[in-house]
């Protein structure tokens, strides 16, 4: 793609992206101080912006790819809204963070919030996990939730007043 764009003649800067060997011309170009400035500098303004994009977007790619990214999903019960945010959908210790409030949008304050990750087509459960209270409304639990790649679903269950709802929430799991 950015051979496409931006190759121009075999003389311009852009022989940085070509494939082909490096001959005396590219040499001197390779040898110059080569501060990303530099050959930036050397590119037509739509190349730069388009590397600009182009590395943008690879970052984001690179960022999701690796189980680094959060999640963030919300699920009704009857009487609740609940918020599940993860620091990551993959392996090893995650923080999960619950908000649960009401129809109306004001926080509930629960007797006890339950994780309890589950991978449905395999018969795998991970531990559960109760959630303490952090603020009002919003309850937080770590642990290793997830051991193995595939769509866990996670339910959350939210004790107050004496009776018990469960949200439920479909995590990708990448590994
Ligand atoms: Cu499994």
């Keep these: 793609m950015m051979k496409s764009i931006c190759t121009r003649g075999p003389k311009s800067p852009i022989s940085f992206f070509d494939d082909r060997r490096p001959t005396i011309d590219d040499a001197t170009v390779v040898h110059r101080p080569s501060s990303i400035v530099h050959i930036v500098g050397g590119l037509p303004p739509t190349c730069i912006r388009f590397s600009l994009i182009l590395l943008a977007a690879l970052l984001l790619v690179t960022l999701a790819g690796c189980g680094g990214s959060g999640i963030t999903e919300t699920s009704r019960t009857e009487h609740y809204n609940v918020q599940l945010s993860l620091d990551g959908a993959g392996f090893g210790e995650r923080t999960a963070t619950i908000d649960v409030s009401d129809l109306s949008g004001k926080p509930v304050s629960a007797d006890q919030v339950v994780l309890s990750p589950v991978m449905q087509q395999m018969g795998m459960a991970s531990p559960e996990v ?14 290793e939730f997830f051991s193995m790649v595939g769509e866990w679903s996670v339910a959350v269950r939210v004790s107050a007043g004496g009776t018990e709802e469960t949200a439920s929430f479909k995590i990708p799991v990448k590994g």
């Design 130 to 143: 109760t959630a303490q209270p952090v603020a009002p409304g919003r309850y937080q639990a770590r642990g």
